[in-house]
């Protein structure tokens, strides 16, 4: 097993994919974060205000205003939403759909080791690889503030920022066996890379009605907040986790199941 985590650490070393997945991180944080600085404008907060409700309230609590703390929530925010599930979803296409595309599938499938060494393998490297993008979130969002020469710094704020992006993290992980199955199962990139265009369409609309909290792709929003809303953190109820952890298991059931019944001949 250990030989082939390595194998598939090695397979990443001359691959620019990392590389881009991390570009993709750093632009879309960074404009994420340029809106702040809008809707720091005291007219354009009035202008939100006049929403009444959760606007009006989130306003009035700060929450738009140009600190450390809002920059830090909002870049955390922006991963947990929608570039977020489309970035995991495109890093998890690529482990699982590039043995097809470049032409190994037939070499991995008949190696003389069990192919369930092989899926865990590449579940293990898609952790390390997004957990390690959404530690460059947090520096991309920790960069902007400082260049910017955004106020009210503390190592606090840091902290409770990186212990966000580990639940967030986390949670979108659980979301990623299926799309791994998609890819297992397509062949390739297009299959996960559509599922996960759509689940995040679907999640997304359904992020204020009663059933959100049990929707997997919507954790990370409740647990951070969502200031597009917008949607203030709250505390998820313990059968949240449950459902995600059951739809984890789910998913990595129906990708050993797929890898083990996986055609060899293409």
Do not use: C
């Amino acid at each position: 097993m250990m030989r082939v985590l390595a194998a598939e650490f090695l397979k990443l070393k001359r691959s620019r994919m990392p590389l881009w997945s991390g570009l993709i991180v750093i632009l879309a944080g960074g404009l994420g974060l340029a809106v702040l600085p809008v809707l720091s404008d005291p007219a354009t907060q009035a202008q939100i205000a006049k929403g009444g409700g959760v606007f009006a309230k989130a306003v009035a609590a700060g929450a738009y205003g140009p600190t450390w703390a809002n920059y830090l929530r909002i870049g955390l925010q922006g991963m947990s939403g929608s570039w977020g599930v489309l970035t995991f979803g495109f890093v998890t296409a690529y482990l699982f759909g590039r043995e097809f595309k470049e032409g190994t599938a037939k070499t991995m499938l008949t190696l003389p080791l069990r192919r369930e060494y092989v899926m865990l393998a590449k579940m293990v490297v898609l952790a390390v690889w997004v957990l390690g993008l959404g530690a460059l979130s947090v520096l991309v969002t920790m960069g902007t503030a400082t260049a910017l020469g955004v106020g009210g710094f503390t190592w606090t704020h840091v902290l409770t920022s990186l212990t966000d992006t580990v639940a967030v993290t986390a949670a979108l992980y659980l979301t990623l066996p299926f799309v791994a199955w998609f890819a297992m199962l397509g062949k390739g990139y297009l299959p996960p890379m559509l599922y996960s265009l759509a689940v995040m369409m679907v999640s997304n609309g359904l992020v204020e009605t009663p059933i959100s909290h049990w929707v997997p792709w919507n954790i990370p929003l409740h647990l951070v907040g969502a200031s597009w809303y917008p949607v203030p953190p709250s505390s998820l109820p313990p059968g949240s986790w449950a459902v995600a952890a059951a739809f984890f298991l789910a998913g990595l059931a129906a990708l050993m199941w797929r890898a083990d019944h996986a055609d060899s001949a293409r």
